[in-house]
């Protein structure tokens, strides 16, 4: 069973920045697909953005120019730097891993979590 744990998270005001970070742990084959959803309170969770474990990524339209994702494949390591943050950029962040390594679907592996709050 992969595991997935996630740090970073935190308190910041608008226009800061943060840095989100997860390791894959116990995995029995190559990881695939990584990425990072959010969910905000009342809302369903939704794409970040994600990356094959080719380089290839995808990200929501609502933070393009703002968040970078980036992966290490040999440490099976993922992260998201956030700049430029907005009040609506409030979210508990969830990493994701899969074996597919394809952008089409999450994977099957998700972390515990970490909030991520942007104050006005």
């Known amino acids: 069973q992969v595991q997935l744990v996630e740090s970073g998270g935190g308190l910041v005001q608008a226009g800061g920045s943060l840095r989100l970070s997860c390791a894959a742990s116990?995995?029995?084959?190559?990881?695939?697909?990584m990425g990072w959803y959010r969910q905000a309170p009342g809302k369903q969770r939704e794409l970040v953005a994600a990356?094959?474990?080719?380089?290839?990524?995808n990200y929501a339209d609502s933070v393009k120019g703002r968040f970078t994702i980036s992966r290490d494949n040999a440490k099976n390591t993922v992260s998201l730097q956030m700049n430029s943050l907005k009040p609506e950029d409030t979210a508990v962040y969830y990493c994701?891993?899969?074996?597919?390594?394809?952008?089409?679907?999450?994977?099957?592996?998700w972390g515990q979590g970490t909030q991520v709050t942007v104050s006005s």
């Open positions: 990356i094959t474990n080719g380089g290839s990524t």
């Open positions: 994701n891993a899969g074996f597919l390594n394809t952008l089409a679907y999450p994977g099957d592996y």
């Open positions: 116990r995995s029995p084959f190559s990881i695939g697909v």
